[in-house]
């Protein structure tokens, strides 16, 4: 192994995936990303290599003959300079030192101090990489690679200053060369300025040069045969597969293949799927640095798109706002566009929440429409009698905002913006399973909490252009400000880009009311909430067979059979599914029964969302005939006509708790009552038939007359001690009530 290998990759993926690769991990998908890099990086060498030596022989030549910028000695000198680079013996203290005496510091020159230097810091990493790794000892090793990364930061710290200072009459000659050699020595850390510096040499290079056909081919991620190899430039992005396209592949590589001509191997079926999962957590590491849609979110928030690679010369945003700008016919697979778009010399802005671009011109309305109509389907859903949506600055609001029947809407064109409906409610309220924004959205969340507490009234919530968009005017002004920057300096794109990108970037604010009213006790919003006693497993394994597909392992608590139907909960997310098939000892089986390890192919649980720690449960709708392990106790049953006969496990909670607060005193106090409150609304109870359940546990030794008078002396003592006034009161009190003296003072003692 070189050091080159090592530097290259270790600094930022010694503990990640291609580090794994490295010490043995068989992981298509990473395999392939190290096998670009390693390409890349041999490309670059051997191109970097070309460039200088030609470079050096012309600069050589121009010192010998330009008698005024050089006299014979100094050229003398110069020459002595390149001829050290020749040496096998070459030492790059000697050179640094003889570059320093020859006291390159005017405008013209200074640039070529720094490309001298740069060039014997590369000279020393050269020689390193051309050792062998497996003949030093520790100490050397160790010493060799300070000395490797040193030298690659010397590289970038002279290229950067000969960039600075190279003169605008030499740019010409110069530029692309200087760009080139900093886009592949960054390569390694930073994809993406890198890329773009291959963006910046682009229009330098002469037309049918070699330097051309490099830039070119750095900035789309192509080797010399037009591989695309994804991981040796352009932006260092796997353009050609998704998320799921790479799970996919890592899936069919670490299939399980059961051999039916020999005996089944449990242990070696659970073996291969814990493998499975820890290359997919390993792929995740690699996903946010190779897939476009995972990478983070501010350098992506803004992308330019132009026709083709004549176009993409010049657009190089120098304030860093713009980092992405990509060829139309080479856009990441993983994200996409609305209907009719991309379109070529484009600004487009990242949606926050899904890996979609929009047009910049509209996207801040689009967002806005767009998450005030999931509010409005919300409200609606929650059993809002009203909506009305008011502007408070920006645009305006139209009918078509509201979410369903808008016919019975008005709208007043005037400055105030109204917009409202009148709903009539025509099923229980309800959450909706398929919400974008609202699980975002901290108030929005509030009011399913307000609702499912009975919450009556009006709500009212405020809604940002800007904050939806995750935006700010600095931020619009900053990327106006990169976009006409590239714009000014691609005069092609100036033209075809006329259009004003800003027209709809100042900030609306709309306001969105709606009112609701009582809720049945009935038709009461709970949370859904499964009791331990309906779960049937908790998949702790997967494994992947090519013909079965994923088969989800777990032990399970219920008896089951293939076509049941399930609720699939992940991340606290409930998803309605069925069990296709059950898989035992590498077999399909219509049933099995509590304690079996089994496997579980249920068409919920997909290659993105799979996990361990999923929970598979009966669903409350189908659990008409009770599983076997949950026990049944008719004495609990209720004897009111239509209530409920048997208790559900929520509510033998709930009933316990009762029992517990009147254990002493027969009755609740309002200590008793603020607890068993909170008791009721943590199991999702209504307040109906939590009374329900009290009214079974109330003891019969007490008379009406005699928990009359319990309450009344609660309310009498609830300052403390009872005052002779008090006393008196409830003493009248007992009279009427026919309780004697001894039984009244029992009844305060239990108290």
């Known amino acids: 192994m070189k050091f080159s290998d090592v530097i290259n990759k270790s600094k930022q993926v010694l503990d990640s995936p291609v580090g794994k690769i490295l010490s043995g991990t068989t992981s298509p998908i990473l395999e392939l990303g190290a096998q670009a890099a390693a390409k890349g990086a041999k490309f670059a060498a051997k191109a970097l290599s070309r460039i200088s030596d030609e470079l050096e022989n012309h600069k050589h030549e121009e010192y010998n003959n330009d008698e005024e910028n050089t006299d014979a000695g100094r050229s003398d000198n110069i020459d002595d300079i390149l001829t050290q680079l020749q040496n096998d013996d070459f030492d790059n203290d000697a050179y640094q030192e003889a570059i320093d005496e020859q006291e390159l510091y005017g405008t013209e020159d200074h640039f070529l101090y720094e490309w001298f230097r740069y060039l014997g810091w590369k000279k020393l990493r050269d020689t390193l990489d051309s050792q062998s790794m497996e003949e030093m000892t520790d100490e050397q090793l160790e010493k060799n690679l300070d000395l490797y990364e040193s030298a690659t930061g010397k590289c970038i710290e002279c290229l950067k200053g000969a960039i600075t200072d190279i003169p605008e009459n030499l ?110 957590e390993s792929i995740k590491k690699w996903r946010d640095d190779r897939l476009f849609s995972f990478c983070d979110y501010d350098y992506r928030q803004v992308i330019f798109i132009v026709k083709n690679l004549e176009h993409i010369k010049w657009t190089y945003d120098s304030t860093n706002t713009i980092k992405y700008v990509f060829i139309l016919s080479k856009l990441p697979k993983d994200i996409s566009f609305p209907e009719g778009r991309p379109h070529a010399e484009g600004l487009y802005y990242a949606h926050p929440l899904r890996p979609e671009y929009l047009p910049f011109e509209n996207a801040l309305m689009t967002l806005l429409k767009e998450k005030t109509k999931e509010v409005c389907r919300l409200f609606q859903c929650l059993g809002a009698r009203s909506i009305a949506i008011k502007c408070l600055q920006g645009a305006g609001v139209t009918d078509n905002i509201l979410y369903g029947e808008t016919d019975k809407g ?37 009011l399913i909490n307000l609702r499912r507490n009975g919450f009556t009234g009006t709500f009212t919530l405020k809604i940002s252009s800007y904050e939806t968009a995750n935006l700010t005017a600095r931020r619009v002004a900053e990327i106006k400000q990169g976009l006409l920057g590239m714009l000014d300096a691609n005069k092609r794109l100036a033209k075809t880009s006329s259009f004003d990108v800003f027209r709809n970037t100042e900030e609306t604010i709309w306001e969105i009311s709606a009112d609701f009213s009582q809720i049945e006790d009935s038709c009461r919003l709970h949370p859904k909430q499964y009791s331990v006693d309906y779960m049937i497993t908790q998949i702790d394994n ?151 359940i009290e009214s079974m546990c109330s003891t019969p030794k007490l008379t009406e007359n005699e928990k009359e008078y319990i309450e009344t002396y609660k309310d009498l003592s609830a300052g403390g001690e009872l005052s002779d006034r008090a006393r008196r009161l409830l003493d009248r009190e007992r009279d009427s009530l026919g309780i004697s003296p001894e039984r009244a003072a029992e009844l305060e003692k239990r108290l």
């Not at 591989?227 to 430039?233: L, P």
């Not at 409906?421 to 901290?442: F, G, N, R």
């Open 542 to 692: 997967f494994v992947y067979n090519i013909y079965m597909g994923i088969i989800a392992l777990g032990t399970l608590t219920q008896n089951v059979e293939s076509d049941q139907q399930v609720v699939v909960d992940i991340d606290g997310k409930e998803v309605e599914s069925e069990i296709e098939a059950l898989v035992l000892d590498g077999k399909y089986i219509g049933e099995a029964n509590a304690g079996d390890r089994v496997g579980l192919i249920i068409p919920a649980i997909t290659l993105v969302n799979m996990q361990a720690g999923i929970k598979i449960y009966l669903p409350e709708k189908a659990s008409d005939t009770r599983p076997a392990s949950v026990s049944v106790d008719l004495s609990h049953s209720i004897p009111s006509g239509n209530q409920q006969s048997v208790l559900t496990p929520e509510e033998e909670k709930y009933k316990e708790e009762v029992m517990f607060c009147m254990e002493d005193i027969g009755t609740i106090s309002h200590e008793d009552r603020k607890y068993l409150d909170r008791k009721r609304e943590r199991l999702g109870l209504s307040p109906k038939r939590a009374s329900e």
């Open 410 to 446: 008005t709208k007043v064109t005037e400055k105030t913006c109204i917009s409202k409906v009148a709903i009539s409610p025509e099923k229980s309220p309800y959450v909706p399973d398929d919400l974008l924004w609202t699980v975002h959205d901290e108030e929005l969340k509030k």
């Open 171 to 280: 740019k010409p000659e110069w530029a692309a060369t200087l760009y080139l050699a900093m886009a592949k020595e960054i390569w390694s850390s930073n994809n993406v300025d890198s890329t773009r510096y291959a963006i910046l040499a682009l229009p330098y290079a002469e037309d049918e040069s070699e330097e051309k056909d490099e830039a070119e081919k750095w900035i789309l991620g192509e080797e010399e045969h037009g591989e695309a190899v994804g991981c040796t430039g352009g932006y260092g992005l796997m353009y050609e597969v998704t998320w799921e396209e790479c799970l996919q592949i890592e899936a069919d590589h670490d299939s399980y293949k059961i051999d039916k001509s020999i005996p089944f191997n449990q242990q070696e079926f659970e073996d291969c799927g814990k493998a499975w999962m820890r290359n997919i």
